[in-house]
Structures are given as structure tokens and as C-alpha cells.
């Protein structure tokens, strides 16, 4: 355990981790992988199994350098910091793949030290992504430092609801790039709605659409829920959109979407955990769209190296409605 | 219709695939049970596929639409390779098969598909287009374009044809199986299928060509030395010995995969990466390929057939012991060929492909042998030049050898290598040649696929080994190297006459 945060005595422990894996083994058993630095601001002190576990679920795609800062709500001043690795076999290979993990512990009041120590462990040359794990954090001046180390911010909007939006939209403006998981969840909807229409026959009914409603379960629609409707809006000016509630069928907040027209209804909606239905006059089909762990929604965004105009776009008009 | 469909979001969703009908003729055949079916059954779990889908299956054997689901289910469970299998998602994917039985050379089949498909249209919201797969014997394709003479029309939808290979069995027949195919279809309805460009590391040499600019400077003459293709399989014929002693590995792997590979590394870049861009390069690059004379077909080519020997203590029958495969076969089961590429960017730099059954290993790289440095500081036994490895399978991945200082005293240089792995980078499912390809067909991509006047450059390229190893006399040259080895003696000297050896992959 190293009381203070400096860079070079972390990285040299590293290195020592590093030297102590490979012996043993053969010189090409293991592989240090690294595509990116992945930074993680968390305050939940429980969290510790499942947050290692999404990030190993990460490594296999986009291997890179964990930097975990635990924020803690201890009367005194921490600042603290250790490095581990986190090792796999590959699928379909025969090498290990290793990424490095820094974990420091510090409490509010150190994140300025924090700040400045993260400056000097950044991989040189790679992407930094900070998943800012608890998102009430943005809304923290002690905080604020953080932000100034990536150029892109992971958040999950739905603990703190719409409200948060406009802080998000505020980064987006200044030069992040935002990446909202509560987005990242309409895409089995979005995916499945998109395939259904590529007939030819159910897009020369598009203009009939005259009302859509979007069906949840819980006390209000979600996050997701709002982005869906703003992002269908905008490909359906002519309709209009209500939410209305539901029992629920999947776990979740959105439970189905259905399209009214003067010619044709058609409906895409939950069947169960795993499954969406959708329904024409004519013809009911199914697609697996099993509920997505963490890791898997965290992929989908990193998958995205550019600008998201899309979502940019949803955002912007999602906090405007 | 692209722009017609405002729900789409290319940069999250996969390809976007129209409604359609897959028509399967062969549909009781190795290829649709092994591969055919288990992809598509892939692409519905990965919900690839339109919600308006439906497969129709073909062949002899009468058979209703039950008793097609249920063999369909046994193969799609046996050959799903790296995937689950979903009893749901099988539900779904079942109610859009159907069978139809008939011979592909009574017109009645025909009569009975077209109603079959009208029903299987209104049943299953394909919009009413289609997607024609010839998984038959290649001497049925010309039989089969013309039973569809009518459905080819197309009526109210889109019509495409896939053909498997061989696209004929030379140059002559390959022009005449256009001609058939031509008159009912157009050529950009065809589909001629190689898997080999649907592979992901094949279609990852374009991205490393021309996404990285560091090595495209080097791709040239100035800088390569010579190429080596490698496809190595260390089977024999595997109960294809009736099939494989009319083919030959020249036909069946060279004039076909290897050279749609050799045309992925030594093409130019196109301007944009669209279909008919991507494939006029690839053309280009084929029809570049220096025709050998008649006189130089034995200095660039060496055939070569396994013999019996033991592999580990297992005898292993030698070729013309296979079953099936007639005692005095004449056919190459090992080709190497020299290939001359006549532009400037390659002129005077050697091609070697080779390919061949029963060697030591599975095996498909491509090999690329630079110059070494003009003057050597070190000794030259340590200084070998850079060689970088793209390989294909298994273990997919790119490998650069370059010399580093061995640490200690004096300057010893040794050979290391910056290795690239596939599995390890991206540890994850990669869909198979066949998902990547039956997509793109739905899609109406047909950029990794291989077109007519590919098909056409590729046979002038081998044909005249075809010939001078068809009009062979003496002495019975066959067998010529033992099954577990590299092929032939020849095939070393074919290349030591240029200075260069083969490498141990």
C-alpha cells in the first residue's frame, strides 16, 4: 500500500507486478494489453466485486488501464493508492490477457491530488475515458477538477432522472463527448423498430402515423423512455406521443411502443426478460433481446470512436420538449 | 430505399437487411446443413435478419415442411459452432421454413415454387423479394437459371442469385456458365460466392493496407522482396476423393481463394470503398498477373500428389489410395505456382502460392519478405530482413519480424517479433465467412463477392498450367512427396532458382 499517490512509484510497482506474472511461464503465456485508459469514479464502498467484474467483462474488447478512484466518506483525509492485474484467457486463445489496475481510495477533499496524480498515470498516446460511476458526482465542485482529464464522459442518467440532462448537454456543448448508458438501453428497441421497418410496405406508411404511445411500467417514464419518444419525434413530426402506464412484462421501465395509423397499427413490445414481439395486422414475429449487463452497454458506446450525432441530436431535443 | 427508412442509425446497428425469402436449392446438402442454415440461424439470435424472413429449401427427397424444420433443427443444433442455441429464437426462425421437393430439371419445381413463394410472401411479409442459393452440383446451375427464368423477372421485388464455386472448371467452361447465367440473370444480380473474402482477417488486409499509412509506402517493389501464399491442409480428401480427382488443388484453392487473396494484398487502393470500386481494383490487379507461356509453365508451376507414410505412428493412405479416387489419378492435390505481376508497382517481384492436402499443418498465411538492408552493419547470418505475416488461420493475426540488439556485450542481433492477435485483441465471437456473406447477399453488397471478369482474369491466369498440365506425357510423375510433409522437391527448387526458400509457417 502506498500512502501517497505518485505516479513514478505506481508505475514502477507495475512494473513489478508485471516482472512477478510472468514468472513461471512461458514468454509469450501472457499478454500486457492495453487500448485505452479507463478512469472510474465510484462512491459506492460495495461495489468493489461487481464493478471488477464489469471491467474484466471490458477487457476482452477494449483492454486497458483501470484507474479506479473509490471516493470516501471518512472524517479524515485519505489518499491512497494500489496496482493489481487482472488476467484472461482470451476466447479461442491459448495467451493470457492482462490489463493493469490502480486502484486509490481518497476522500473529497484530496481529489485535487487525485487530479494531478491521474495526470502522470494516463497511458501516453491512447484514448482516456472517464465512467463517472456515481452520477450526482458531476454536480460536486470538488469534483470538477476530474472532468478535465478525458475528453469523454460515461454516465448512467437514471439514479438522478431527467434532471440531470442539462448538465450533460452543458459538457456536450463544451467539447465532451457524452455517453449516457440510459441511451445506450433503447437500443434493442431502437434496433428492432429500424429492422421491422426496412419493408418497403411499412415504409409507405410512415406518414400515415398519426399517434404513438409508449407504454412503462413504474411510477414515470424513464430516462430511456424520454429519449425514445424525442428520438422518434424527430423521425415522426407528424405524430403525436404519449406515455401510458402499464403492468410490467420485463424488467425495466420501457414495456411497448405502438404505432397508430389510418392504415395499419403496429406494435413492438416486451414479451418477457428476454424477448421483444412485433406485431403487424398480419404477421407477429420475436427477437431475443435479452436484458444487457453493464459491461455489454459500456462496449456498445466504445464501439463509437467519433461524434454520436444521434444522440447528440436526442439530447438536445429531449431536454428542450 | 436507403433513405427511406428514417429509424436506421448506421453507426450502432449492424448492416440493415431488407425482408426477403433465401430460395435454397441443395438444401439437403453438407453446405446448407453445415454452414448455410447454422449461419442464418446465427444471424436471427444476433437479430440480423428482417422480421419479414423466410427460407424456402429445395431438393429431391419429398419431404413436408415439419419434416424439414425438423432436420433443419438437428443440423442447425450439431454445427452451431461458438453460439447457443435458443429455443425461442428456433421457434421463430422454424415457422419461416418451408420445403419444396422436385427435380431441378422438371419445370413443375418451378411452377410450384413460384406459387409456394407468393403463399410464403403474403405468410411471411418478405415484400417479395428473393434471394436464389446454389448449393447444387455446378454442372445443375445452368439447369436451375433457366427453371427460373420467370421468377428471375422479379415482380414487385428484388431478385439475386448466389452461385458457390467452382465458376466452371476452366476458362472456356467459365464463359459458358456466364452465358447461362446471363440470360436470366444480370450480372449485378449474381452472386458468385468465395469464402475466403468473407473471412474476417482477409477483409482486415484491406484495413491494415489503407488504414495505416506507415506500410503503404513500403507495399511496392522497392521495398518487398517476394510474397509467399500459403494454404496448407493437413487432411486429405475427407470422402470428397470423387470431386477432388476432377479438381485438383490449382482449381479448387489458387485459381479461386488464393487469388482473390493475392489481389487483396497487391491491389491498388480504390478511391472510395464501394462495391464496383473495390472490385475494379481487384480486377485490375488479376488481369495484371503475366500470362505464362506454354514454354515457362515448368520453371512456374510444380504439381504435386501425396503418397502414403506414416504421420505419428498412424498410416495414412496415400491419394490414389482414397477412397473414391481412381488408382491412377493424375491430379495435383499440392500446386505451387510463381506468379508475375506486371505493373509497376510490382514488376519483377515474385508471387509464390501454394497449397496443398496433407501437409504437416492447417495452415493459410500470407507472407511478406522484404528487401534486406542495402548495407549491413552487422553480420549478415544475424541480419535477415523484416517479414511480416499476415495470417489468415488459425490463430488469426499479423506478426512483424524485425532484428534487436541481443542484451549483453557486443552487437548480436536476433530476430524478434510485434505480433498482432485477433483473438486476444478483439476476444470476442467473429461471425463466420458464410454470416458475413449471406448478409451482405440480403443487403445487396456484393463488394466480397467475386465478379465475372474477376472470375474470368483468375482462369487466364492458371489456364495455361491447366493446359500444360493436362497434356502431360512420360514418365508417371506421381506421387511426389509424402503425405506430412511440404510437398515436392520441385517446389523448393522452384523457388531456390530465384535465390528464396520456402518458410516453415
Given at each position: ?8 512509484k ?17 514468454a509469450?503465456a501472457?499478454l ?7 478512469l472510474?469514479?465510484?462512491?459506492d ?23 479506479i478512484?473509490?471516493i470516501?466518506?471518512t ?5 491512497s493508492?494500489?496496482v493489481?492485474?487482472?488476467c484472461l484467457l482470451?476466447?479461442?486463445?491459448r495467451q ?5 489496475m490502480?486502484?486509490?481510495?481518497a476522500?473529497?477533499d484530496r481529489?485535487?491530488d487525485?487530479?494531478s ?8 498516446d491512447?484514448p ?18 476530474m472532468?478535465?482529464l478525458?475528453?469523454?464522459?460515461l454516465v448512467?442518467s ?7 440532462l ?14 449516457d ?6 437500443t434493442a428497441w ?25 407504454a412503462?411500467?413504474g411510477?414515470n ?7 425514445l419518444?424525442?428520438w422518434?419525434?424527430?423521425?415522426l ?5 404519449e406515455?401510458?402506464?402499464c ?6 421501465n420501457?414495456?411497448?411502443?405502438r ?9 413492438l413490445?416486451?414479451?418477457?426478460d428476454?424477448?421483444l ?5 398480419s404477421?407477429?414475429?420475436?427477437v431475443l ?10 462496449e456498445?458506446e466504445?464501439?463509437?470512436?467519433g ?10 431535443a429531449?431536454i428542450?420538449? | 430505399?436507403?433513405?427511406a427508412?428514417?429509424f436506421q ?8 437487411v ?5 430460395v ?9 446443413k ?14 440480423r ?5 423466410a ?16 432436420k433443419?433443427e ?6 452451431l459452432?461458438?453460439?447457443?442455441f435458443d ?9 419461416g421454413?418451408?420445403y ?6 422438371c ?8 406459387s409456394r ?5 403474403e ?5 417479395g ?8 452440383q455446378?454442372?445443375?446451375?445452368a439447369?436451375?437459371?433457366s427453371?427460373l ?9 428484388w431478385?439475386?442469385l448466389?452461385?458457390?464455386k467452382?465458376?466452371g ?5 467459365a ?6 447465367l ?6 449485378d444480380?449474381?452472386?458468385?460466392i ?10 482486415n ?12 509506402p ?16 493437413s487432411?486429405?480428401v ?13 482449381r ?5 481463394h ?16 464501394e ?6 481494383e ?15 509453365v515448368?520453371?512456374?508451376a510444380?504439381a504435386?500428389q501425396y ?8 498410416a ?9 479416387v ?5 491430379t495435383d492435390?499440392?500446386?505451387?505456382v510463381?506468379?508475375?505481376i506486371?505493373?509497376w ?16 499443418k492447417?495452415v ?12 549491413s552493419?552487422?553480420d ?15 490463430e488469426?493475426g499479423i506478426?512483424?519480424?524485425f ?10 542481433l ?5 505480433d ?7 476476444g ?5 465467412a ?7 447477399a ?5 463488394t ?8 474470368e482474369?483468375?482462369?487466364a ?25 511440404w ?11 530465384r535465390?528464396h526458400?520456402?518458410?516453415v509457417?
Open positions: 500500500m502506498i500512502t501517497a499517490v505518485q505516479p513514478e505506481l508505475l514502477k510497482e507495475l512494473e513489478h507486478v508485471w516482472a512477478e506474472l510472468g514468472k513461471g511461464h512461458p509469450d501472457l500486457r494489453a492495453c487500448s485505452m485508459t479507463m472510474v469514479t465510484t462512491t464502498p460495495n461495489d468493489e466485486v461487481e464493478l471488477k467484474n464489469t471491467l474484466a467483462g471490458l477487457m476482452r474488447a477494449h483492454p486497458s488501464r483501470m484507474i478512484v473509490r470516501l466518506d472524517p479524515n483525509a485519505v489518499l493508492a494500489q493489481t492485474a487482472q482470451a476466447f479461442g486463445g493470457q490477457l492482462c490489463c493493469e490502480i486502484e486509490i481510495r476522500t473529497r481529489l485535487a487525485v487530479y496524480a491521474s495526470l502522470g498515470l494516463t497511458v501516453a491512447l482516456v475515458m472517464l465512467w463517472v460511476k456515481d452520477i450526482r458526482l458531476l454536480q460536486e465542485s470538488s469534483f470538477q477538477p472532468l478535465q478525458a475528453r469523454t464522459l448512467d437514471v439514479p438522478l432522472g431527467p434532471s440531470i442539462p448538465a450533460l448537454n452543458e459538457r456536450r456543448r463544451a467539447g465532451w463527448r457524452v455517453k448508458l440510459a441511451w445506450t438501453r433503447c431502437r434496433e428492432t423498430l429500424a429492422q421491422a421497418f426496412e419493408s418497403t410496405w411499412l415504409q409507405e406508411q410512415i406518414p400515415n402515423i398519426a399517434s404513438v404511445e409508449i412503462y411500467a411510477a417514464p424513464s430516462v430511456s423512455g424520454l429519449y419518444r424525442s422518434m419525434a424527430a423521425r413530426p407528424q405524430a403525436s406521443f406515455f401510458v402506464p403492468p410490467p412484462r420485463r424488467n425495466g420501457l414495456q411497448a411502443i404505432f397508430h395509423s389510418t392504415t395499419q397499427e403496429l406494435e413490445r416486451a414479451v418477457d428476454a424477448t414481439e412485433i406485431v403487424t395486422s404477421l407477429t414475429t420475436r433481446a435479452p436484458a444487457r449487463v453493464e459491461a455489454d452497454l459500456i456498445e466504445l464501439s463509437i470512436l461524434d454520436d450525432p444521434v444522440y447528440e441530436a436526442t439530447l438536445a429531449t428542450a420538449q | 430505399m436507403a433513405d427508412n428514417p442509425d448506421p453507426q450502432r446497428f449492424e448492416r440493415r431488407p425482408p426477403c425469402a433465401v435454397i436449392f441443395g438444401a439437403n446438402g453438407d453446405l446448407t453445415r454452414k448455410l442454415v447454422p449461419s442464418l440461424y446465427r444471424l436471427a439470435i444476433e437479430r435478419l428482417p422480421q419479414g424472413f427460407i424456402v429449401g429445395n431438393s429431391r427427397t419429398p419431404m413436408t415442411d415439419e419434416a424439414f424444420r425438423e433443419i438437428a443440423s442447425v443444433r450439431e454445427h459452432e461458438n453460439s447457443h429455443e425461442a429464437v428456433w421457434d421463430e426462425f422454424a415457422r421454413l418451408y419444396v421437393a422436385g427435380d431441378l430439371a419445370p413443375e419445381l418451378y411452377t410450384e415454387l413460384t413463394l407468393a403463399t410464403v410472401a405468410e411471411r411479409q418478405t415484400g423479394n428473393i434471394l436464389f442459393y446454389l448449393s447444387t455446378p454442372s445443375q446451375y439447369t436451375v437459371a427453371g427464368a420467370d421468377l428471375a423477372k422479379g415482380n414487385g421485388g431478385r439475386r448466389v452461385v458457390e467452382p465458376f472448371h476452366d476458362q472456356q467452361s464463359r459458358e456458365l456466364e452465358v447461362a446471363h440470360e436470366y440473370f444480370t450480372e444480380q449474381i452472386y458468385r468465395d469464402h475466403y473474402l468473407g473471412k474476417e482477417t482477409v477483409q488486409i484491406l484495413a491494415f493496407r489503407f488504414g495505416n499509412p506507415i506500410f503503404e513500403l507495399w511496392n517493389r522497392q521495398y518487398i522482396d517476394h510474397v509467399q501464399i500459403t494454404a496448407a491442409e487432411i486429405g475427407e470422402g470428397r476423393g470423387a470431386y477432388y480427382q476432377e479438381a485438383g488443388a490449382l479448387d484453392m489458387i485459381q479461386n488464393l487469388l482473390q487473396v493475392l489481389s487483396t494484398v497487391a491491389m491498388e487502393p480504390s478511391a472510395v470503398f462495391p464496383n470500386a473495390v472490385r475494379d481487384r480486377a485490375k490487379l488479376l488481369r495484371s498477373i503475366r500470362p505464362l507461356k506454354p514454354a515457362d515448368a520453371a512456374h510444380v504435386g503418397g502414403p507414410a506414416a504421420i505419428g505412428g498412424k495414412v493412405a496415400g491419394f490414389r489410395g482414397e477412397p473414391g481412381n488408382p491412377e489419378a493424375m492435390t499440392y500446386a505451387a510463381t506468379f508475375l506486371d505493373n508497382r510490382w514488376a519483377g517481384v515474385p508471387f509464390y502460392v501454394r497449397s496443398g492436402k496433407r501437409m504437416p492447417r493459410t498465411d500470407i507472407a511478406i519478405r522484404f528487401r534486406p538492408v542495402p548495407h552493419l552487422f549478415n547470418e544475424s541480419a535477415r530482413p523484416n517479414l511480416l505475416i499476415l495470417r489468415i488461420q488459425p488469426e506478426s512483424l519480424r532484428s534487436s540488439k541481443q542484451p549483453g556485450p557486443g552487437m548480436k536476433r530476430p524478434v517479433s510485434m498482432f492477435n485477433y483473438g486476444t485483441s478483439f470476442m465471437r467473429t461471425p463466420t458464410y454470416e458475413t456473406l449471406l448478409v451482405d440480403m443487403a445487396g453488397d456484393p466480397l463477392y467475386t465478379r465475372q471478369d474477376m472470375v482474369a483468375s482462369w491466369a492458371v489456364q495455361p498450367i491447366v493446359d500444360a498440365w493436362g497434356n502431360r506425357t512420360g514418365p508417371d510423375p506421381f506421387p511426389n512427396y509424402a503425405a506430412g510433409t510437398g515436392p522437391a520441385a517446389s523448393d527448387e522452384m523457388l531456390a532458382a535465390g526458400v520456402w518458410r509457417p
